[in-house]
């Protein structure tokens, strides 16, 4: 798509008259995703994750539904996705870029994401600390992540909310679990 605008003076003092055009330009179709940098995640299995798909002509669905178009939600929650994949892997500081939406072909464009993972986390050791109104061990059997584990944002956050369940459920529903890595 080409915007363009012409300024020319208007009939009062101090006016203007804007003319903006737009070249709506073909419709694009997302031909390919392509991930650059990742290594613990086939592109494959993460290509599975994503809203927005390539589109394939052969493919009966693709004509019915929304398959290689973009929209701005979709790739947010796209790049979501693949943030929540690494880190569900213990990859807790991945930085997700992009996409970059590169022409490809008379009609197509190819989406390219850069990803970098950053280390591996595992969980070295687990405590609970903060609790005046039950028994710890009552909390402490909750937290079921595993000395050694990845530390999967997930399973961090299932804690979190088995822990705020286990409030709520008796009346504390203004508790905050905040885990600290």
Do not use: C, M
Not at 39 to 57: C, E, V
Not at 128 to 156: H, K, N, Y
């Amino acid at each position: 798509t080409r915007v363009s605008w012409r300024i020319e003076p208007g009939r009062a003092a101090g006016a203007v008259k804007v003319s903006v055009t737009v070249d709506e330009g073909a419709r694009a179709r997302v031909k390919a995703i392509e991930f650059h940098g990742p290594s613990a995640i086939d592109p494959s299995a993460l290509r599975d994750r994503l809203k927005i798909r390539a589109f394939r002509w052969w493919n009966p669905a693709h004509w019915i539904t929304a398959a290689g178009r973009l929209n701005d939600e979709d790739l947010r929650a796209d790049r979501a996705a693949i943030e929540a994949a690494f880190r569900d892997l213990g990859h807790l500081d991945v930085v997700v870029r992009g996409p970059a939406v590169v022409p490809e072909g008379r009609d197509g464009v190819r989406l390219k994401y850069v990803v970098a993972e950053g280390p591996r986390y595992r969980v070295g050791s687990v405590s609970v600390e903060g609790v005046t109104r039950f028994p710890t061990q009552d909390i402490a059997r909750l937290v079921r992540l595993t000395p050694g584990a990845p530390a999967a944002q997930s399973a961090i956050d299932r804690v979190s909310e088995a822990i705020g369940d286990y409030y709520g459920n008796r009346g504390y529903v203004g508790v905050q679990v905040r885990p600290v890595i």
